[in-house]
Structure formats: C-alpha cells, structure tokens
C-alpha cells in the first residue's frame, strides 16, 4: 500500500478539508516521503539479501541456548509464509516480508550445518596411544609440525565416544615415523596427550571449541615422543597426496622460505613457513598473499582468461566463427576449480572460486561481471554453503575489500573520472585498489588480530602488483610445463619475485613504529562498522550519508572498550591483572597462548616474561587475590581471611578438598573453572574489594560444540 493509494482511498483535497480531515491530510503527508524514498530503491535490493541472511545466521550463533525443534518449525513456517506473502503483496511490503524470510532460512541453514557436522568430543583428558590416518598437516602457532588424524583409535575409549578427527602438535624430538616419513593416508601410532578443544581464554574471546566444532575436531594434543609407522599409506586421499607431492616438489626446486611460500601459493600447504616469516609478513600486512583466496584465484583466472582469449584472437578464422570469450571463460573456470581441488579446498579458496565462478558465469550470461549483484550471489551461496564463515576474518575481510572495490570503481566508470595521462591508468588502478581494500579491511583486521600495519599500504604497493604481473603467470607457467618435466623455468621467475616479496615485508616490518596495536572491540562495534558501510554503499540516494552514524558510534564504542581488571584462565595456571603498565601475569612461562591471547586483546606489544616482571606491582598493590601454583603450595594452602578470590592451580586432596567450601573467601580451582570457562573480573571501586564475575559460559551459553566437553 502506497500514500498514493491513501490519497484515492479518502478523495480529493477539498473532500477531505470538508470531512475535517486536516489531521490525516499531515498524516498522509508525513509518510508520503518515507515510503516515496524506499520506492526509489527498487531495482537495488538485491545485494541487500545476503545482509538478511547473516542476519539469520548471526542470530543462531548470538543465542545463549541451543534451539529446539520447535524453534526451527516455528522458522521454516515463517518463511513458508513469507515467502507466500511476498508474492502476493504490494511493493512496498514484498522487499520487507523477503528479508524475513531470508534471516528465518539464514537461521534454519546455520543450525542444519551445525546438526550436520556433529561428531563425538573428548569429554576428559587422555594421556596414551594414539592410532590414526594422516589426513591433514599444517604447522601450530608455536612452529611445531601438526597432524590431522582420522580413523582415530584410543585405548580403553568405546568407539562412540572417540572423536572421528584429532589434531596432534609433534614437539621434541620426534622426527619421521621409523623407516619412512610422514604423509598422506599414512597410518601411525604415538603417544600424546589429548584434551577437549579449549573455549575461549577469556569471556567474549575467540571460541575455539565451536571452530573445531565445524573443522571436525573432537580433541587436540600433543606429542614429545616419536611417531612410528603403523600401516603403509592406502588408497583415497588422492587429492591431498596430490597436494603435499607438489609441495615437496616446490621446495625441492626453490628451497628456503621461498619455496615454502611458493608451496603456500600453489598448494595450501604452509607446513614449510617458519614464524619469522609470518611476523614479517603480518606486520607488514602481506600475510593475505600467504592464503589461497580471492586475489590468488582472481589473478589465476584472469591469466587463463587472458591467455587463452589472446591465443583464439591470434587464429582469425576462430576468432570469426567462435565466442572465444566464452571459450575462455570456461577455461579459466576449469582452471579455478582445479586450483580448488588442488589447494585442499578450504572456506577461503572455496569463496574465492565461488566469487571467481559467479563473475565467469556472468560472462557467459552476457551480463556484467564486476557488479554488486554478483558479490551478493556469491555471498548467499557461501552463506549457505558455510554459514560458519560469517563470523571467521577471512570471509568478513573478503567480501568487505570486494564490496568496496565494486562499488568505488564502478563510481569511477560512471563518473568517468580521470586522472592523469592514459598510459597511468594500470599504476593508478593498483593505488586505488590497495588504498580500498586496506581501508575497507583495516578495522576487520584490527578487530580480530589486535594490531594495525601502519605501513600496509606502502608494502602492498611494493608487492601486489609483482603477484600479477609475474609470480601468478609464473605460477601458471610452472603448472603447464609439470607434467613434461620443465617446471623449473616457471618456478625460478616466481622465486624471483616471491624473493622480492619477502624482502619488502621484512623491509617494511622492520621499520620503527610498523605494528600498531589497538584492544579488543566489544561485540557490537563490527556489526555496526558493516551496517554503516553497507548503508553507504547499497543505499540509494542522499540517505546513505545516514550510514556515517553507526561507523561513528563504533569507533567511539571501540575507544571506550573496558577491559578485565582480572583474569584467570580455564585451568587456574594463568592470571592476568591490569595495572598502571599493562596486565601483569603470574607466570613468566607455561599457558603461553592464553597469555599471548590476553595481551594482544590488551593492546599490549611485551612478551610474557615482560608481563610477568610487572607480578611484583600487583603484591604491593594489595589486590583481594591470591593465587596459589603448583601442588606443594596447593597442599600447603592453609585458607584465606576474608573476603579475597583465590586461584589454585591444583585440586587439593582429601580433607582439604571438603573444606574449601567452608572458606569465607571465594575459591575457583580447576573443577570450577573446567565448568565455568575462563573468569573475567570487574572491579567496581579502585581499590575495593567488590568485583563483578563474568565468565565465558556466561558469555557463550551451552552450545552443541561446548556441552560435551562440559
């Protein structure tokens, strides 16, 4: 129904002036406008879906309990009706009721998936032999060799409690299995210590139990003793043996960590990068080249494009009578979807051919093929492929920098701006492009990895066109003359550049002042960034200008973000209190990625043996806490005055263990802890006693990927 319709319903102006109708006349007058600017978006909705799609899929995973069946009927009915609805309604009702049904099915498709990946999870800790196939292999934060398992069998563990997946971080002296080495399909046996993936480190942090949850993980551990060979490496996995003898085959012809970040272009595999490296690149924002995602598939679909398109032009009487550039269309996406398979498909690689394949299909379709319609298709099928990408960095990073790409140059091309002679057009596109992205990604990455590039821009203008122009068709060139054995021309002009890549990002990670870090943001402050953003770049009209208000909001809710006084970890080893210098920790080593987490949450660039020198502030301080390590000093524990907090490490034994509830202090030992998740404190006074609790179950709720390992 439209003002329009209101006016003929009730007459003329001077029928309602008799009728006394002044009022509704303002009435009408006051919704006429409304309604006449959401009119005037009809035409650009549709990238508008796959925003009330996440929606549905933000709604699932916001809620504090898992939903029922009920839930979920009550979710397919809405969009049943809807749907039904929309079809039959006005115009300016029908965009409404299709966004409800959007967010009823996002929210239906991200319970299905969560359904659908269930798997058994450790429910205590294991310590013994661990049987298992080698089905994935990648390398732990700590630089140690990791291996995936499947077929996993533990001892004294029924098979309908074991987990079907289980990932191992080879520490030590463990070397090869006895007699071969590691690699695809083979079966192995070791000794490991085993535990339920961990929740987050501290309340509203990074859920790792549901990322497992999705990755199928059902336990994580690790190993300081050798891996040996159980059973030779059997049919199947034939894609990732494919995967890991490219690899090899990389590094053996570029050796070093050229090589190892050749085999991380080409194949996924980034078992070989060492952690200098990646600092380097991080800090100086060039760890996306490192992932198989939209810039690596664009420019591997764009020299097939090109190549082939050109190789047709050059055969006039095929030029004449064939659609090469359909031709090369579907050549370049054969050629993504092998890249696909070949990189181990994982939710980046998968995005970024999707993207890749809706924009070669639009070409096919004779329709646009960078438009935001195109973005948004993509989006939806990601969505509903993964609805758990919606809350990892790489999909909001991703679509975030192409959003914005789309938008700005298509701005570009209808304003037909200019600037500068024609032949800068190729420089000037890659300075805005970088400048875009990095601004459209900027609070993404802040967000989620704590820290800023200062000198990103710089760095990535220095290397990205080099992925273009050289390492891309390098790589291409490799990949074409491998199967007669002449691979080593293409591999050494893509050392060339890669060489020069790594140079630039120790270059630019070594200069003063290149990382920047920022805490933590709370849970509202990216929602708004992409509300605002989306605002300015779908909306229609001078509204969007109204967009500017929720970046603004964020920004200043970021600034204002409050930080734990205290925090104490899952296990009571760890406890972190905020001083005058930043968090003082208890311990200068041991939990080591709770404290490194807890830090960069901070904002704070010093290790944990730094952290740990600032211990002494806090017991001169006076705070209510004591914290109790090690079992001697748990045994020895003798009880507390009055009102202060206490932490042990250790669950005492006997008697002890009864009387810890008649104590007038508050007490949280590992039993606690395991079930409340990591606890933040609050201080309500500076210098009282009085703190709020927030913990992490709290903040999560009990989910399918926590309440087995509760």
């Not at 630039?504 to 990670?509: E, F, G, K, L, Q």
């Not at 395991?674 to 009990?702: C, H, I, N, S, W």
Request: hydrophobic share 50%.
């Amino acid at each position: 129904m439209s003002a329009g319709f209101l006016r003929l319903s009730i007459g003329p102006p001077e029928r309602r002036q008799a009728l006394g109708h002044t009022g509704f006349m303002g009435f009408t007058g006051l919704i006429d406008r409304p309604i006449a600017i959401w009119l005037a978006q009809r035409g650009h909705l549709m990238p508008w879906a796959p925003v009330a799609f996440a929606l549905g899929v933000g709604l699932y995973f916001a809620l504090r309990w898992e939903p029922g069946w009920q839930h979920y009927a009550g979710a397919g009915a809405l969009v049943l009706a809807a749907t039904v609805l929309a079809w039959r309604s006005e115009i300016v009702l029908s965009p409404l009721l299709w966004a409800a049904a959007l967010v009823a099915l996002g929210f239906l498709i991200a319970g299905g998936r969560a359904h659908q990946v269930g798997h058994p999870v450790l429910g205590w800790r294991y310590y013994g032999a661990v049987e298992g196939r080698i089905v994935g292999m990648d390398r732990s934060s700590s630089d140690a060799l990791r291996i995936t398992l499947d077929r996993v069998v533990l001892a004294n563990s029924p098979p309908e409690r074991t987990p079907g997946r289980v990932r191992v971080a080879l520490h030590g002296p463990t070397g090869p299995p006895t007699g071969t080495e590691l690699r695809p399909g083979l079966t192995v046996i070791l000794t490991a210590h085993l535990a339920p993936p961990s929740g987050p480190v501290e309340p509203a942090g990074f859920d790792f139990q549901r990322h497992a949850w999705f990755q199928g993980l059902g336990a994580v551990g690790y190993t300081r003793t050798p891996v040996l060979a159980l059973a030779p490496s059997e049919g199947g996995q034939w894609l990732f043996k494919a995967r890991m003898w490219l690899s090899a085959r990389v590094q053996a012809a570029l050796p070093g960590e050229t090589g190892a970040f050749a085999a991380a272009i080409m194949t996924g595999d980034r078992s070989g990068i060492g952690q200098e490296t990646l600092t380097a690149l991080r800090i100086s924002n060039l760890a996306h080249l490192l992932a198989i995602s939209g810039l690596h598939m664009g420019l591997l679909a764009g020299v097939v494009f090109g190549a082939v398109r050109l190789g047709l032009a050059m055969v006039p009487w095929v030029a004449l009578r064939w659609p090469i550039k359909k031709i090369a269309a579907v050549t370049a996406l054969l050629a993504g979807a092998g890249y696909l398979a070949l990189s181990g498909g994982n939710v980046a690689t998968e995005r970024a051919y999707i993207m890749v394949a809706v924009m070669l299909c639009a070409i096919l379709a004779d329709r646009r093929a960078l438009s935001l319609r195109a973005v948004a298709l993509a989006a939806l099928i990601v969505l509903g492929l993964r609805p758990e990408a919606l809350l990892g960095p790489g999909f909001q990073m991703s679509f975030a920098a192409t959003t914005a790409l789309v938008a700005v140059f298509s701005l570009l091309r209808e304003r037909r701006w200019q600037v500068g002679p024609r032949w800068l057009q190729g420089a000037q596109a890659v300075v805005i492009s970088s400048f875009v992205a990095g601004l459209a990604t900027a609070p993404i990455a802040a967000a989620h990895f704590n820290q800023i590039a200062h000198y990103g821009l710089l760095a990535n203008l220095l290397s990205v066109p080099l992925m273009g122009l050289l390492v891309m068709p390098a790589a291409v060139l490799s990949a074409c003359l491998l199967p007669f054995g002449l691979e080593a021309a293409g591999l050494f002009l893509m050392g060339l550049g890669l060489d020069w890549i790594l140079g630039v990002a120790h270059w630019v990670s070594a200069l003063e002042g290149a990382r920047g870090t920022v805490p933590v943001p709370g849970p509202w402050v990216l929602p708004l960034i992409a509300l605002g953003g989306l605002m300015v770049i779908l909306w229609q009209g001078r509204l969007r200008a109204a967009g500017l208000a929720p970046v603004a909001l964020a920004f200043l809710l970021w600034a204002g973000a409050e930080r734990p006084d205290v925090l104490i970890s899952d296990s009571g080893a760890l406890v972190g209190v905020m001083t005058g210098e930043g968090r003082a920790l208890s311990r200068a080593t041991g939990a080591g990625f709770v404290a490194q987490g807890w830090l960069e949450n901070d904002g704070d660039k010093d290790t944990q043996e730094a952290a740990h020198a600032r211990w002494v502030e806090v017991e001169k301080a006076g705070w209510p806490l004591i914290v109790v390590s090690g079992k001697r000093a748990v045994a020895g524990f003798t009880g507390c005055a009055g009102a202060e907090w206490v932490v042990l490490s250790h669950v005492p034994e006997g008697r002890a263990r009864g009387d810890l509830a008649a104590l007038p202090c508050t007490v949280l030992t590992p039993e606690t802890l395991r079930q409340t998740g990591a606890v933040a404190l609050y201080r309500g006074d500076p210098g009282g006693k009085d703190f709020r609790l927030v913990t992490a179950r709290q903040v999560t709720g009990t989910r399918l990927w926590n309440a087995g390992a509760r």
